[in-house]
């Protein structure tokens, strides 16, 4: 869970890189579930993904709206960057997502040229280093316990260790259940569309490429409450620890 979140203001340079980070890796996951569909990754025709094989082994037999949500938990991160704002994760699916934008944003600032207007940002007085940032947005690590092979079943919230430890229901099926009420997300909020393969909507936004992002529709045939077409589930589905949150 996080310990900051939303509290405090973020310094510009480091909010700029995290914002960067985030989309890139939220274009990623979408592009891999696409791909992916509702194939195990283990059985997948690729030697690697950019995001879902940097995720916990655990969630290697999400399905493809499993992936589709983890994919937009990293554009709702990135929408809480508004100036002056931590990002704030709601529930377990936007942490891990949080733990890899600050992986990676150190590597987007190495590939801006001196030109960049990042470099123009004004220093902030509570600019810190990446290690800093992820123990001032984390109150633990919890999560990163699911990539430790010694601890198998450690996820599980009747495992003994996870039990005697605190550490709370970690299976993929429960990653997007809200950390509280108060974290809740608008269930509205949508997906983003892929290509030609999205319906026709009269409130979708004008086309900003295949990965153009869906803001919401009320309409009840919409993208935004059904399932995503496809192949029927063989693995983890999104929707079984959230019953009463729609997609």
């Not at 994760?89 to 030109?115: F, G, K, N, Q, W």
């Not at 004004?122 to 990539?147: A, I, T, V």
């Not at 495992?159 to 993929?172: H, K, T, Y």
Request: aromatic share 8%; charged share 20%; hydrophobic share 35%.
């Amino acid at each position: 869970m996080t310990a900051r979140s939303a509290a405090g203001s973020s310094p510009p340079g480091i909010a700029d890189l995290l914002h960067t980070a985030l989309v890139f890796l939220a274009d990623q996951a979408y592009d891999d579930a696409h791909h992916l569909g509702d194939r195990f990754l283990p059985d997948a025709n690729a030697t690697t993904w950019e995001v879902f094989d940097r995720l916990p082994p655990l969630t290697g037999t999400a399905d493809h709206r499993w992936r589709r949500r983890m994919a937009r938990a990293f554009d709702d991160l990135a929408a809480d960057l508004t100036p002056g704002k931590w990002p704030g994760p709601t529930c377990t699916a936007e942490e891990m997502a949080l733990h890899l934008a600050i992986e990676d944003a150190p590597t987007h600032l190495e590939d801006r040229p001196s030109t960049d207007l990042h470099h123009t940002l004004p220093e902030h007085g509570d600019d810190c280093g990446w290690d800093d940032c992820s123990d001032l947005l984390f109150q633990d690590h919890d999560l990163l316990m699911l990539f430790d092979p010694k601890l198998s079943g450690i996820a599980d919230p009747q495992d003994p260790a996870n039990q005697s430890m605190g550490v709370g229901d970690l299976r993929a099926a429960a990653w997007f259940a809200p950390f509280g009420s108060h974290s809740v997300r608008d269930p509205w909020r949508g997906l983003r569309w892929w290509g030609a393969a999205a319906p026709s909507c009269a409130m979708r936004p004008p086309s900003r490429g295949l990965s153009a992002q869906f803001t919401g529709c009320p309409s009840s045939t919409c993208c935004s409450t059904q399932p995503e077409a496809g192949p029927a589930s063989r693995g983890v589905s999104a929707g079984s620890a959230e019953a009463k949150v729609p997609a």
